[in-house]
């Protein structure tokens, strides 16, 4: 940052700070003070909801009690129908004590009722009850009584227009039974009632606070009340107003401070710029012995200086771009990792002009091992001089483990270590540590076909180690080395990021990315090895075409994320019912392929109804569009292939599993169908010349003598390549 950038910015923060402070201030005291008022509101409105609650209650129990004092049934009854026509109780029930319900006021509200002593929910509330004992004179049990009122909309609303607040009558799993809130404002109170707990206030993102009320002892109804809040809807945008206020005056006040305060330095400023650009004659005239004085004086000092060093750099760097065109066209024409390393390392020498040195990588023990060495023949203790694996020195011992383990460079002079770390003696040393990113280091390869490793984490980077040893002279290396040595280091950490992500590339060229699997590409590749190897060793070749069903249904009812969901459980779910050898492709969309080499068609089938079974039996559970768990049945039709019995090559028995494919789909899905064999070949007779002898072994010979010739398809024709004309 330049000096006028500098002080413009001490000035800002001078400025703005308290200005930042004053806004946060305000905006957080309006923001307690209205959560405080909204929390009074709320508590006044829950104590009368549970005033209101209480008071029905009483009516309720003084209205059952009422019917309870008649001791003729008769009478009872009638006394029943008076409560409800003076309006003392929508509902009245009289119970036995075997539960039978002896009488009941007619238009009662539908169940369940919630008992007024009760202080849990246990589902939607559609009215509130009062029960009392019924005695005969003898004070014997006879059963109980009810009065009920219903709990409505209308009963919300009453609430709602005493409390002055809103409020929501919930069920048991935490729906909206009723409610007098507004349609926009409904799931967000309903989702700040979830959180609240106890008589815990909440608030939602557009202002809203909420408190949940009951059910508790004395008022049994679960109620959500809620307020809005106060704040004044332009608060905020009035703070950062006046905030980008404050701040453009600040900025213009202190864009003129400094340019005042810098003005001194233009003039050495422009004798810098003529200086950067090449005129290295440039000169500042010292007017003064202050501190612009003193850097006048240092700038013309050092342009002189400069000047001296033109000529050797000059020289150096012509070298230096020799070496670097060499690196850098290996480095385009080859994915060899170990000419890599060693041509940076011999780039690296040559621009030092060291007498030897080496590269080293981390491996996974822990151990810097040597990838290339130069130079240090009989410099450190081996069984195999010629052999760089040979140097082992273990993250944190000597010179090298210690530049690996603390990631910073190293120079000076050596001194040996009691005991030995195993690294090369020499005099005088430089040591920088690189990292190689291994994000594209390939996880899984054609050596494991069909199953793909699974996505382990890998770790961010591979510290590795470049080193040089010894200088002529005895002198040792410089910061000017050391600075060269971090851009060959720099080069060798592309190299093996590089040589990854290619290695990485080729991978996920074969590789379905969504399930892991291989890709159409391999299976073409893979159809053609395996036949041509079935044919060498005289075994079969069983190849399975799957299909989920009705796949389509579940992208339309469910979104495509969850038959993303149920494409990588099938893929899991066929790779653990298949061998190592087996191969297992993704064609596309919900199709599959599953190639088992060795296999008849018996043991094709063996697994296709074991496939089949581990699908259909375990229904894959995916996430549906509210966010909750789904099980969503899944079946697959499978087509069963056999080379050679359904066909003479790789895409034939491609075709014969296909059609076979489509007939268990047309035989009604979920199951599976074996290819049927194909129409037999039809045979011609070869004429034979009346002289012709077999040979002593029996076996024909084609194109012997005046032999009559063989027609094409006979014992000596093998199969032919597949012919990759049906795209998939």
């Known amino acids: 940052m330049t000096l006028r950038g500098r002080l413009t910015a001490a ?92 009488y009941a006021t007619i238009g009662g509200p539908a169940g369940p009722w919630q008992d007024c002593a009760a202080d849990t929910a246990t589902g939607p509330v559609r009215a509130l009850a009062a029960r009392v004992r019924l005695r005969d004179p003898a004070g014997a049990d006879l059963g109980t009584v009810a009065a009920a009122q219903p709990v409505d909309p209308a009963f919300v609303a009453r609430l709602a227009a005493v409390t002055g607040v809103g409020v929501t009558l919930l069920d048991d799993p935490g729906r909206i039974t009723h409610t007098t809130e507004n349609r926009e404002v409904r799931a967000a109170v309903l989702a700040a009632a979830r959180e609240a707990d106890g008589d815990r206030v909440t608030d939602t993102a557009d202002g809203r606070y909420v408190r949940r009320v009951g059910p508790s002892p004395g008022q049994p109804l679960p109620l959500v009340l809620s307020v809005p809040g106060e704040r004044p809807p332009g608060l905020y945008a009035a703070l950062v107003g006046a905030v980008v206020l404050a701040a453009l005056l600040a900025v213009l006040a202190a864009w003129r401070l400094a340019r005042v305060t810098t003005r001194p330095l233009v003039e050495l400023a422009g004798a810098v710029d003529r200086v950067a650009h090449g005129d290295l004659t440039a000169r500042v005239p010292v007017r003064s012995r202050d501190e612009i004085g003193r850097l006048a004086a240092a700038f013309n000092r050092m342009t002189r200086e400069t000047g001296s ?53 981390l491996d996974g023990d822990g151990v810097l091992v040597g990838q290339c060495v130069e130079g240090l023949d009989g410099r450190w203790p081996t069984e195999d001089p010629a ?70 984490d890998a770790a961010d980077c591979a510290l590795g180690v470049l080193a040089l040893y010894d200088r002529p002279g005895a002198d040792e290396f410089d910061d000017g080395d050391l600075v060269t040595l971090r851009t060959f280091a720099g080069h060798a ?36 090895r395996e036949v041509e190897r079935a044919n060498r060793f005289g075994r079969m070749l069983s190849v399975l075409a799957l299909d989920l069903d009705r796949f389509k249904d579940v992208n339309d009812t469910w979104g495509h994320a969850a038959g993303d969901a149920v494409l990588v459980e099938f893929a899991r779910r066929v790779r653990g019912e298949i061998r190592e050898v087996d191969l297992a492709f993704r064609q596309g969309g919900e199709e599959f392929v599953v190639l088992l080499p060795e296999t008849d068609a018996r043991g094709a089938t063996i697994v296709a109804e074991r496939l ?114 049906r795209g998939r």
């Open 309 to 361: 060093y033109v000529a050797a750099l000059t020289s150096s760097r012509d070298q230096l771009r020799g070496h670097l065109t060499v690196l850098g066209d290996t480095l385009a024409s080859t994915h060899d990792l170990q000419r890599i390393l060693r041509v940076i390392l011999h780039s690296a020498i040559a621009a030092t002009g060291a007498r030897a040195g080496a590269v080293l990588l």
């Open 493 to 528: 950490a592309v190299a093996v990021d590089n040589v990854r992500v290619h290695e990485e590339a080729q991978r996920l060229s074969l590789t379905d990315p969504l399930t892991g699997l291989w890709n159409y590409r391999y299976l073409r590749e893979s159809i053609r």
């Open 11 to 102: 000035f800002l923060t001078v400025v703005l700070g308290p200005v930042l402070l004053g806004a946060f201030f305000v905006g957080s005291t309006l923001s307690a003070v209205d959560r405080g008022r909204a929390t009074e509101r709320l508590g006044l409105a829950a104590a009368g909801v549970r005033t209101s609650v209480d008071a029905l209650c009483q009516q309720l129990r003084a209205a059952a009690d009422a019917v309870a004092l008649v001791a003729d049934p008769a009478a009872r009854s009638r006394a029943a129908d008076q409560v409800v026509g003076r309006g003392l109780a929508a509902a009245v029930q009289i119970v036995d004590t075997a539960g039978r319900t002896s």
């Open 387 to 456: 052999d760089p694996a040979t140097l082992r020195v273990p993250v944190g011992a000597g010179v090298l483990g210690t530049v690996a383990a603390t990631g910073e460079p190293s120079r000076g002079r050596w001194e040996p270590a009691d005991p030995p770390t195993g690294e090369p003696s020499c005099e005088t040393y430089v040591a920088v540590p690189f990292a190689a990113p291994r994000g594209a280091e390939p996880r899984g390869g054609p050596d494991r076909p069909g199953h793909p490793p699974a996505d382990d």
């Open 612 to 725: 089949g079974s581990v699908v259909r039996d375990q229904p894959v559970r995916v996430e549906g569009h509210t966010g909750e768990p789904i099980a969503v049945p899944v079946t697959v039709s499978i087509g069963i292939a056999v080379y050679p019995d359904h066909a003479a090559g790789g895409q034939q028995v491609l075709d014969a599993a296909d059609d076979a494919l489509y007939a268990a789909k047309a035989a009604g899905r979920d199951g599976y169908r074996l290819a049927r064999a194909p129409d037999p070949v039809p045979t011609e007779e070869i004429p034979v010349v009346a002289a012709a002898v077999s040979p002593p072994d029996g076996l024909p010979r084609a194109g012997a003598g005046d032999a009559a010739p063989v027609a094409q398809g006979g014992a000596s024709s093998g199969p032919h390549p597949p012919r990759q004309s």
